[in-house]
């Protein structure tokens, strides 16, 4: 007997009500809205947005230079939002801390192929060596900071 997919199943039965994807966390939502299209326009923002004064021609450019960056995601949306400066750790470590410390995490499973948080993960471990939830989207700006 053959098996059937959970997928084909709950669209098997139109009289059933088709199971719902899970909802997005708010700040996904946040991200994906400052985020935009992801057009250079928008990486150009972002860079601004973390204080960069150069004009960055490429993204390629601009990934390069998250690469000294670190930053907590959800605070640096908060202080855009707000129209604060943004705060940068000094390290990796100093990021990891303070994010494991505040729980202001970013959900690593979120992140679309192209975004410039796939440059900005930083891996952060909870003591005992394992992953919290695998890592936070610590800017890698250097480093956000993302779970």
Known sequence: MAKKNKKARATANPSQPAVEAPQKK????????????????????????????????????CRKA???????????????????????????????????????????DNIEKHSPLKQLLAHIVASGGKGYGGSALVVRMGGLSLA
Not at 81 to 94: A, D, L, N, R, T
């Open 26 to 61: 708010a700040i996904v939502v946040e991200w994906e809205k400052y985020m935009g299209h992801g057009e250079l326009e928008d990486w150009q923002r972002l860079m601004r947005d973390l204080g960069f004064e150069e004009d960055f021609s490429s993204k390629s450019k």
């Open 66 to 108: 998250l690469k000294t960056v670190w930053v907590n995601i959800p605070d640096f949306l908060r202080a855009v939002k707000q129209g604060h400066p943004v705060h940068h750790f000094q390290s990796q470590s100093e990021l990891a801390l303070y994010t494991k410390r505040s729980k202001r995490f970013y959900p690593r």
